[in-house]
């Protein structure tokens, strides 16, 4: 099975709403980073968190490495967030700083 | 922050081709990495090094080679492209072995024919 789970798969919402989007882990993640791939497809970076909680602007990500998840919450979605976002997981054992990616999450403003 | 960018952006070859792929990064990182991705899944680990000389095995590995020349450039070598390999790759580096952000380049988007 997948090592790396996000959902939901797609997200179509309205402008201005709050979305939540989830990452569970069947390996032992140690960090996780969460990436936008915009619609030209270049990947940004958005966050890189070990356990915890990070915020920026309008993004906030959580990471719990007990229970094996990560979240990424959107507040007041603008069309400008629009793209696929995934998570990455790192996991000891892997070998030199290796990610293991998320299948995305592809994430619609209707205006 | 890395900068990594990428050479071409786009190409277009025949099945039988041979391609290179360049990949430069001017943030001193130790590590660089070749991913590809394709429709339906998210970025798989082709190659990556920890310096200049050394090549690792990633996760789908077959049909491609990859050299690091220095510590900034990084190639992705593919020498019979086949149509299986049209997809878009993505070169990243990190400044440590673990617990240390990649950062990506822009792509490149290769068709094979």
């Known amino acids: 099975g997948d090592k790396v789970k996000q959902s939901p798969s797609a997200l179509s919402l309205q402008e201005g709403t709050n979305s939540a989007l989830r990452c569970n882990f069947s390996i032992a993640a140690t960090t996780v980073q969460w990436f936008l791939q915009n619609p030209r497809g270049s990947l940004i970076n958005l966050f890189y968190?070990?356990?915890g909680t990070k915020e920026n602007g309008r993004l906030k990500s959580a990471f719990d490495s007990k229970e094996s998840y990560s979240t990424l919450h959107i507040r007041d979605a603008q069309l400008e967030d629009s793209g696929t976002y995934f998570c990455?997981?790192?996991?000891?054992?892997?070998?030199?700083?290796?990610?293991?990616f998320g299948k995305g999450t592809k994430f619609s403003l209707i205006p | 922050e890395a900068a990594v960018t990428q050479s071409p952006r786009n190409k277009v070859t025949v099945t039988g081709g041979n391609v290179t792929l360049s990949c430069r990064q001017t943030?001193?990182?130790?590590?660089m990495y070749w991913y590809r991705q394709d429709t339906g899944h998210g970025l798989r680990l082709i190659h990556y090094?920890?310096?200049?000389?050394?090549?690792q095995i990633g996760d789908v590995p077959d049909g491609y080679k990859a050299t690091r020349t220095t510590q900034e450039d990084f190639f992705l070598l593919l020498e019979l492209a086949s149509p299986s390999q049209t997809s878009l790759y993505f070169c990243?580096?990190?400044?440590?072995?673990?617990?240390?952000?990649?950062?990506f380049g822009p792509g490149t988007r290769l068709t094979v024919l």
């Open positions: 968190l070990v356990p």
């Open positions: 943030n001193s990182h130790n590590y």
């Open positions: 990243a580096s990190s400044d440590a072995w673990n617990y240390a952000e990649q950062f």
């Open positions: 090094s920890y310096g200049a000389g050394n090549l």
């Open positions: 990455a997981a790192e996991a000891p054992g892997t070998g030199s700083n290796r990610l293991t």
